[in-house]
């Protein structure tokens, strides 16, 4: 699919820059910016700020709350987008957010550049590439279109034995080496994802699991191989009302996953919160993508469609009645 935009995308950093993208999204749009780049793919609106490490995203928002871009003054490009609450719950009134670029920080690619009719042109390649995502994109009514997920078996520690070994050391008091890697399957199903990650300086760790039968969060303290104080959650793929995190905040690290929890007599809905910081393994350096917190609910979506062909919801209403055409009143990652 060709993408369009100030011609960017084929120069050698935009080359380096696109690796902290996902394997399963398909790039739009590309314009250059004095730090980075502004990058529309078929999933959300990314911001890409160069750093002395190399280049990180610095702003993530789903495209489905995105409401268009326009210039403010002349001289800034403001790109609006539906701010909803953190938890993922979606309030019924539209409330605005935005995100600045100013005219004179943004590198444009044409013969022209110096003409201002070129930065014209582009914005609006910018609002007819955003219409056209939209309009071809199942965010209200969930209707699956299938993407590469093979990107996520280049993530580190995924589907390894030692995983099996480490997952089954938690579930099983006394385990039996011989039987670990089954009861693995009948509690995840085959080839589950395992991630493991340990916090060296305060000795904290995680796992996460997911596979075709539930996903799996495990924290706890960590010290000699084992797990201590530790806090398990456990998600069915039905139990799943969202997944969600801090669009508003630079790179945000926290997500959250609601789910409904019997208490006593009553069913409420538990929101529990999660850290991505996955581990600094040698092999990390290949996978780029997989060290970025804003990436990091899409990479569990893009799990669980693949284990359970089930897409992921990103919000849940507060039951007050949507009527502005504005909000999307089912939204998924897809």
Known sequence: MEIRGDGSHVNEDFAIAKSVLLGSEVIRFVAEEKSGFIVLSDRRFVYLKKEKTGYKIQNAVPIDLLTGSELEKKDTLKIE???????????????????????ADIKLKRPDNSDESAFYFTMDEFNSVFREILGSSPFTDGVFKGRDYSYLQSIPETVT???????????????????????????FG????ILINTMELDFRGYLFVVGTKAMMFLSGNYSHGSVSK????????PQILNISSDWTKKNPKNFH????VQEFDKVKVKEFKFTWNPPKADDVARVPWFCEPANAVWIIADMAVDQQKELLKAN???GDEIDDPRIKRQRYYW
């Not at 579930?171 to 693995?184: F, H, M, S, V």
């Open 190 to 193: 085959e080839n589950p994802y």
């Open 81 to 103: 987008f539906h701010k909803i609450y953190e938890s993922g719950i979606l309030a019924a009134k539209f409330s605005k957010s935005r995100l600045d670029f100013r005219l």
């Open 257 to 260: 996953i609601s789910k409904p």
């Open 161 to 187: 034995r030692d995983g099996i070994l480490h997952l089954n050391t938690i579930l099983t008091d006394r385990p039996d080496e011989n039987e670990l890697y089954g009861k693995a399957k009948d509690a």
């Open 230 to 237: 530790m806090n398990l959650v456990a998600f069915e793929p």
């Open 316 to 318: 849940f209403g507060t």
